[in-house]
């Protein structure tokens, strides 16, 4: 028998009167069905404000959990990381990449860089400083553990503060079916 914790995505299997259990993490378990992407933006002539990237959940089936964000620029900048409403995206389409490289599922949603339909940035959720110098940049890794849930319509943005030459800009997440 297979009990699972919905929440953790920790498994007991009980056989032969005998306990084992696993803590797989939930993006692990997306992974092997295929359900988890990373979105990755890298360098256009960035000018200050500019959305680097969006990802925009378009399912109406599932939900994109956020489980982590990166981000490397050429100079001393904040980013803003920040929920616009709702719009007409344009700019460059970006594609998902299926974090299983055996599935061919293909991400169900919408990825843009240099961003420039939404009518507003929409909440900022937190701004992160790359470095207060002018030298040695360092990159934030900011894991947020599936703690951001975005569901149909709704989208993360990236918007660099200062004006920026060179960056990266990633967002990794997996798609969990809606809860009923």
Same mark, same amino acid.
């Given at each position: ?20 259990? %696993?803590?797989?993490? /939930?993006?692990?378990?997306? &992974?092997?069905? *295929?359900?988890?992407? =990373? ?6 002539? /960035? ?11 378009? &399912?109406?089936? +599932? ?23 709702? =719009? ?7 594609? *998902? $990449?299926?974090?299983?490289?055996? %599935? ?12 420039? *339909? +939404?009518? %507003? +940035? ?13 030298? /040695? +940049? ?8 599936? /703690? ?12 660099? $503060? ?10 990794? *997440? ?7």
């Amino acid at each position: 028998m297979l009990i699972e914790d919905p929440k953790s995505g920790g498994k007991a299997d009980v056989r032969n009167s005998a306990l084992r259990v %696993s803590t797989a993490s /939930a993006i692990h378990e997306a &992974s092997l069905k *295929g359900d988890a992407y =990373a979105w990755n933006s890298v360098s256009y002539d /960035a000018a200050a404000a500019d959305t680097l990237l969006l990802v925009a959940n378009d &399912s109406s089936t +599932q939900l994109l959990v956020i489980e982590s964000i990166y981000f490397y620029a050429d100079a001393a900048t904040a980013v803003d990381i920040h929920f616009p409403a709702k =719009a007409t995206w344009t700019g460059t389409a970006v594609v *998902g $990449v299926n974090l299983n490289r055996a %599935s061919s599922k293909v991400a169900d949603a919408t990825a843009i860089t240099d961003e420039t *339909g +939404q009518a %507003s +940035q929409g909440p900022i959720w937190i701004t992160l400083h790359t470095a207060e110098l002018t030298t /040695a +940049q360092e990159e934030i890794q900011y894991h947020v553990n599936g /703690a951001i849930i975005l569901g149909k319509d709704d989208a993360i943005g990236i918007d660099g $503060v200062a004006d920026l030459a060179a960056y990266e800009a990633t967002i990794i *997440g997996y798609f969990i079916d809606i809860p009923k």
